[in-house]
């Protein structure tokens, strides 16, 4: 029987997270890209390979945009997203906060997609017109009906030092108005703890 998106999704979802699991907090060759804090390692270039080998052992037909390796453009309809380890300098450093996230698009529109934390072991998926769920159980928004109740979350660009949109302010004047706000370090960690109710709230520059 042919599997399904969401099932091929997670599938290449836990299989990448295992590596990264195997590999926390060990010795890795740590490079950097767009600037000295944007870090890319060894474990998301292998973490990434088998998230892409998964999906093409499924789907060897379909394009996907990676993070790391960019695009494998195969079909104008399907294509998957994929950033292997969001997260990176918190996995660098030995923080379990990182996850993977894995996404697909059918001509133009996102159809299903999977963010797995490997450390806690949940898996949240959403599936278009059936709504999302962590380990199988229905998610649910915040109640939250005020700022001044709120626990948010946000995130710095790579060039934080240089950058005009930096969030500094942004961060400095939503804390005053807020119970507090975070910053994980996994743009896909704190989004998906928005859907679960846990935050009730993200946003970057």
Do not use: Q
């Not at 060897?60 to 960019?70: D, F, K, M």
């Not at 700022?147 to 400095?172: C, I």
Request: aromatic share 6%; glycine share 10%; charged share 20%.
């Amino acid at each position: 029987m042919t599997a399904s998106f969401l099932e091929v999704a997670v599938e290449a979802a836990r299989r990448a997270g295992a590596l990264l699991l195997e590999h926390r907090g060990a010795a890795l060759t740590v490079s950097t890209k767009s600037s000295p804090i944007n870090l890319v390692t060894d474990i998301d270039r292998g973490a990434e390979a088998l998230v892409v080998d998964t999906i093409h052992g499924h789907f060897p037909g379909h394009s996907i945009l990676a993070e790391e390796g960019g695009a494998l453009e195969r079909s104008h309809t399907h294509r998957w997203i994929v950033d292997p380890l969001d997260g990176t300098t918190n996995f660098v450093h030995g923080l379990p906060l990182f996850a993977v996230s894995v996404a697909l698009e059918v001509d133009g529109r996102a159809v299903v997609g999977v963010v797995f934390d490997p450390n806690l072991g949940e898996c949240f998926t959403a599936e278009r017109g059936r709504g999302a769920r962590v380990n199988g159980v229905p998610l649910r928004v915040s109640s939250t009906a005020t700022l001044g109740e709120s626990l948010l979350a946000t995130g710095f660009p790579y060039d934080v030092r240089a950058a005009a949109d930096n969030n500094l302010a942004e961060h400095a004047a939503l804390t005053r108005r807020s119970r507090i706000v975070r910053e994980l370090g996994s743009a896909a960690l704190s989004l998906a703890s928005v859907a679960a109710g846990r935050l009730d709230g993200f946003w970057e520059l």
